[in-house]
């Protein structure tokens, strides 16, 4: 049976996104303390660290989305290391809407430890940023 007729729907009204404040507590990360509230870039930055603070899949509270995995890499080949830990760092950072891009990857070699650094990109500006990687991470 081929069907007969229809109706066509009236025109869908598009809605625009709309962006979404990065106003959030601040974190005194020495004292362990909450103090005041944040925006824009410094948030953006309080965000990355935590991120890398963050183990991925370790605490229930977080998405798995959320997180890094970075300290599966250590006691690795360097060359293989080096590649791996550019795409964890871009992965766990990239999970933030706020976040463009990650560039101008270094990482250096310390025996256990790794040192990378680098700049997010983000919707506020730019941030330089270092995060030391070990098995304690």
Do not use: C
Request: no cysteine; proline share 3%.
């Amino acid at each position: 049976m081929i069907p007969q007729g229809g109706t066509l729907l009236p025109e869908m009204e598009i809605v625009e996104a709309v962006e979404q404040p990065s106003l959030t507590y601040r974190l005194n990360f020495e004292d362990g303390t909450i103090d005041g509230q944040i925006d824009g870039l410094k948030a953006i930055e309080q965000a990355v660290v935590k991120i890398l603070q963050t183990r991925r899949f370790e605490h229930l509270i977080y998405s798995s989305d959320y997180g890094h995995e970075l300290d599966s890499v250590i006691g690795r080949d360097p060359l293989w290391a080096y590649s791996e830990l550019e795409r964890l760092i871009e992965e766990a950072i990239l999970q933030d809407d706020r976040v463009v891009a990650v560039e101008n990857i270094r990482i250096s070699f310390h025996g256990e430890r790794a040192m990378a650094e680098f700049t997010v990109k983000s919707a506020y500006g730019l941030l330089h940023m270092t995060k030391e990687v070990s098995k304690d991470v």
